[in-house]
């Protein structure tokens, strides 16, 4: 009867163990947000993976910007750490800044590219305004006509750089080279802003 009541005790004891790993699963995937914390943070600490913050993004139905907030509830995908080991704040001590998380380090590359965007778009814009205005010198130099052509059609700019190459190149490649800048500046500038909301910290 002895054996027979400490195989009851020890299957018992195996059932309660199991059914509470199975709770601690079902609890580990769902993440409450917390204050400071973003979704690659978020990614990093219970996936392992920084670079799996659009899994979450996409299991959540979040869109650009990608904000989150306070306490809300995020479904986290399969393939994540079997088991998170949280250590305790430490009583009465203060903990150091260099221990916690930045809250802003997620944005910090997005920011930067979106400000070499703005930039770069900016010195685009004002490069190809020169250039135009060095080519209306040109043609107007030539001939008012021509001036006018140039400014009010800008296929004429076409002819008269073919007939006047070598007074006119130069004005005309510098709008060139503005336009490609200032076209791939935009497209780092929207970029740039599709980024930023990985980043968002919540609030």
Known sequence: MRSIGTATLL????????????????????HVV?????LAGIA?????????????????DLKPPYKIAVGQKLRLPQGGAAFVVVAPEPSGA??????????GSGSAVPMVMFIM?????AASMFAGTIGFIWFEVVAFRECI???LATFL????????????????WRSFALQVLAAVVGFA???????????????????
């Open 11 to 30: 299957t018992g004891g195996l059932l309660a163990v199991f059914a509470s790993a199975s709770t601690v699963a079902a609890e580990e995937s769902v």
């Open 153 to 168: 059609l800008y296929p004429v700019q076409i002819v008269f750089l073919i007939l006047y190459w070598k007074k006119a």
């Open 34 to 38: 917390k204050p400071g914390q973003t």
């Open 145 to 147: 006509w021509w001036g």
């Open 117 to 121: 965007a703005v930039v770069l778009l």
């Open 94 to 103: 203060a903990v150091s800044a260099s221990s916690r998380p930045s809250a």
């Open 185 to 203: 500046s935009f497209g780092g500038l929207i970029l740039a802003s599709s980024l930023f909301g990985v980043g968002r910290v919540a609030q």
């Open 44 to 60: 990093q600490e219970r996936l392992g993976d920084a670079s799996r913050w659009k899994e979450i993004a996409r299991l959540n």
